[in-house]
């Protein structure tokens, strides 16, 4: 992963170079070993990397590329390299190079602002196309690579990280207290706001143009994939097709020699890609690439222990995996150190668990560390696939699937067939009273009741959230539940998160089931190849059969391998001390979002009554706090409070 930077002044503003260094040390964290400034005519572009992504395989050591009047700054990994170099060459246009950044600027010049579509790979990249003096950018779908941007005066800054962008000395500097107070309540919030007025996200799956004395547009490029209800091939040649595109994910994603981490859990998404890459070695015969497992050992009784079912697939493929216990990993330390390195409110909740497993890939020699992320969204769907059969009236094969799954009473039925399938202006009516399955059926959230009444409803947030939620037009509820859980703005960010951490730890984090061949396909098949009563993932545990024990593939009653106990632990332990200290004048207070009084309030129901949910919401709240303070802290300017025009909480250099 890199540090990009582009500074775009009106036509005839000279960029100044010295202040585009001081923007891309900002990023340092990002990289600094090799880095490149390049000034053409009044446009800065620049890049910077660490040494270890100088590979070929990863990021390459080309960090900004010009071809005559077209430039390019790239943040990327690029997949199926062979096939693009073949679709460039059929476009007439011979690669400078095979690196990710040359690799794009010709596929710039192949296709212009349509090239995001033909690129596979975790990418954002920045291109100065001086030959109509407009800036084009542009994010992959899974949102890997974070990009953010801010319109100052007649200018345009893009960069990897919004402390770049304030190191420019007009960047807006002003917080967003509506998209604050979103984050407060852990609401769905938007994919491109930040809670710096001023600079925007770009949204994964997104391309930015811009000129001078234009505003941004900013477009998807990514259509999300219709999945479908019905139809497609048999059961058991769509799984050996999957198996083969599994195959092929793999193996792009792979070191090209030596080894590559895997997080290894019992579940069924990361035991299938080790499965299949463990085979890739092996029917390859190929000795010079390893694939090794790292796990991590909860206590027993933990409802995240999953250690059995791990060690029956490691020793089903004869190897051992690298073990990690959870008990050594505190999840809350240093909570006020780490809220002031990060650039926005939001915590990982896993952070320091994503980190050492990260670390351990490191010591195991690998710089490319997979995971099983995307399963859940590809090859599984919850019971919105029932109100699918009601409201198509499809009563029978209803009652036979409600059977199969244990049934329950007609009250349960109702509320997994009927409520969902209501229309949205008569779900709207019924969330105030309706409690927590409308507003599961609408996928909206609603803000908690430590968050002050007078703000939510000045501010509008109910309305904002439910802008944030996309209509499901005429999609099926089981095809837009999967839509969303793949677009959703929460998954982008945490996706860059996981992105940020590894390579801080000195590794790549690359997920194989996001390939886009494997996204597609999954897309086209029946609902039924996710689940069926009790079933869920058939198509994708079919499709790995012979590359697991059975045991492991066959169904289970219930999920495993959660680490909510490990998490809710901590924050019981560290809440109480923290309360004590910030609560009695939170800064959230005095900006209006936060009743201090219903926090406490809520923090004692959430003990009383063991809820978990409530814990992790009120602790998302506490990490807000935190950052206000470590930011005001930090800061080399001073905090002010201002009342008059609305309370507001502005940083002063």
Avoid at 175 to 185: F, K, M, N
Avoid at 348 to 367: K, Q, V
Avoid at 451 to 463: A, I, N, T, W
Avoid at 544 to 564: D, F, H, N, Q
Wanted: overall charge neutral; hydrophobic content about 40%.
């Amino acid at each position: 992963m890199s540090a990009l930077l582009g500074v775009f002044g009106a036509p005839g503003a000279a960029a100044d170079p010295r202040q585009a260094a001081r923007m891309l040390g900002a990023m340092a964290s990002r990289g600094a070993d090799c880095s490149a400034v390049r000034r053409i005519g009044t446009v800065v572009l620049a890049a910077a990397r660490h040494a270890w992504e100088l590979d070929a395989a990863l990021s390459g050591s080309v960090t900004v590329v010009q071809q005559d009047d077209v430039a390019v700054a790239a943040d990327a990994s690029l997949f199926y390299r062979t096939d693009l170099v073949r679709k460039l060459r059929e476009r007439g246009v011979r690669p400078l190079g095979d690196s990710p950044s040359q690799l794009i600027l010709s596929a710039y010049l192949a296709w212009g602002v349509d090239c995001a579509r033909e690129l596979e790979g975790d990418f954002a990249f920045v291109v100065w196309d001086a030959r109509t003096r407009s800036v084009f950018a542009a994010r992959d779908f899974t949102g890997k690579r974070p990009l953010f941007y801010a319109q100052v005066g007649d200018g345009l800054l893009v960069a990897s990280s919004i402390v770049a962008l304030e190191a420019h000395p007009e960047c807006p500097r002003e917080l967003d207290l509506a998209v604050l107070a979103e984050e407060v309540g852990a609401l769905t919030g938007s994919e491109t706001d930040t809670c710096w007025k001023g600079i925007q996200r770009l949204a994964p799956g997104h391309s930015l143009r811009w000129r001078a004395g234009e505003p941004v547009h900013t477009a998807a490029w990514w259509p999300v994939p219709e999945f479908s209800d019905s139809g497609g091939a048999s059961f058991d040649d769509a799984a050996a097709e999957l198996r083969t595109l599994l195959l092929a994910a793999m193996n792009e994603r792979m070191a090209a020699t030596g080894p590559t981490a895997l997080c290894l859990s019992g579940g069924w998404d990361s035991p299938s890609l080790f499965g299949v890459g463990r085979e890739l070695l092996r029917s390859a015969g190929d000795t010079t690439r390893r694939l090794e497992p790292i796990s991590i050992s909860f206590p027993p009784g933990d409802p995240g222990r999953e250690d059995d079912v791990i060690s029956s697939i490691v020793a089903y493929w004869k190897a051992d995996t690298a073990w990690l216990r959870s008990d050594d990993i505190p999840p809350l330390d240093d909570l006020l150190e780490r809220a002031s390195r990060r650039e926005e409110p939001f915590p990982h909740p896993f952070e320091l668990m994503n980190r050492a497993l990260a670390r351990t890939g490191r010591s195991l020699g690998s710089r490319i560390v997979l995971d099983g992320n995307g399963g859940d969204q590809l090859f599984q769907v919850s019971t919105a696939y029932l109100t699918d059969l009601f409201s198509s009236g499809k009563w029978p094969s209803l009652a036979r699937e409600w059977q199969a799954m244990g049934g329950g009473g007609w009250r349960s039925l109702l509320g997994q067939t009927v409520l969902p399938s209501l229309p949205p202006g008569v779900l709207h009516r019924m969330a105030g009273v309706g409690g927590k399955a409308v507003r599961s059926a609408m996928l909206e959230r609603r803000p908690p009741p430590w968050m002050s009444e007078r703000f939510v409803r000045e501010h509008r947030l109910l309305e904002r959230e439910r802008s944030h939620v996309p209509a499901r037009g005429d999609r099926s509820h089981s095809a837009y539940e999967t839509a969303w859980q793949l677009t959703r703005p929460l998954v982008g960010r945490m996706t860059a998160l996981l992105g940020t951490f590894a390579m801080e730890e000195g590794v790549e984090h690359r997920s194989p089931f996001t390939d886009s061949r494997v996204l597609a396909f999954a897309a086209s098949r029946p609902v039924t190849d996710r689940r069926s009563g009790r079933e869920t993932k058939r198509l994708l545990r079919h499709a790995v059969k012979g590359l697991l024990p059975e045991a492991v593939l066959a169904p289970r009653p219930y999920r495993t391998g959660s680490p909510i106990r490990y998490l809710t632990s901590a924050i019981r332990s560290a809440m109480p001390s923290l309360i004590e200290r910030t609560m009695k004048e939170p800064i959230l207070g005095d900006l209006g979002i936060l009743d201090p009084k219903a926090f406490r309030q809520s923090w004692d129901d959430s003990v009383r009554q063991d809820d978990q949910n409530l814990c992790v919401s009120l602790y998302l709240t506490m990490e807000v706090e935190l950052w206000l303070r470590a930011r005001a802290a930090h800061d080399a300017g001073e905090v002010r409070r201002s009342q008059s025009a609305g309370t507001r909480l502005a940083i002063v250099s």
